[in-house]
């Protein structure tokens, strides 16, 4: 069982940077593959990014790599994302998942099983 918690969103320029963290709580955190999706209004909630176990493996959607990085700190049981020249296009909500079913990092929603609750991003501008 983990619980995750999403923190760092907000109201920022296009251009600006913002850092998002996930926190998580449980035994096995360091067993689980990692992933960031968005959701913005209207929309699916899409993939943005994913890590593996042992955090030496990201992957990216398309319309963030080269911006975005993920890292993860499993001595903190932490998952971050690094956004950098954020665009409007970028404003969703942002969620937090795990997945212990799989050692892949599934761009799907379905092989992860816990999810946060989201941070607001809105990149004005």
């Known amino acids: 069982q983990v619980q995750l918690v999403e923190s760092g969103g907000g109201l920022v320029q296009a251009g600006d940077s913002l850092r998002l963290s996930c926190a998580a709580s449980g035994r096995t955190f360091s067993m689980y593959v990692m992933g960031w999706f968005r959701q913005a209004p209207g929309k699916e909630r899409e993939f943005v990014g994913g890590i593996s176990w042992g955090g030496s493996t990201s992957r990216y959607a398309d319309s963030v790599k080269g911006r975005f990085t993920i890292s993860r700190d499993n001595a903190k049981k932490t998952v971050y994302l690094q956004m950098h020249s954020l665009k409007p296009e970028d404003t969703a909500v942002y969620y937090c998942?795990?997945?212990?079913?799989?050692?892949?990092?599934?761009?799907?929603?379905?092989?992860?099983?816990?999810w946060g609750q989201g941070t607001q991003v809105t990149v004005s501008s």
């Open positions: 998942a795990a997945s212990s079913k799989t050692s892949y990092i599934s761009v799907a929603s379905s092989p992860y099983d816990y």
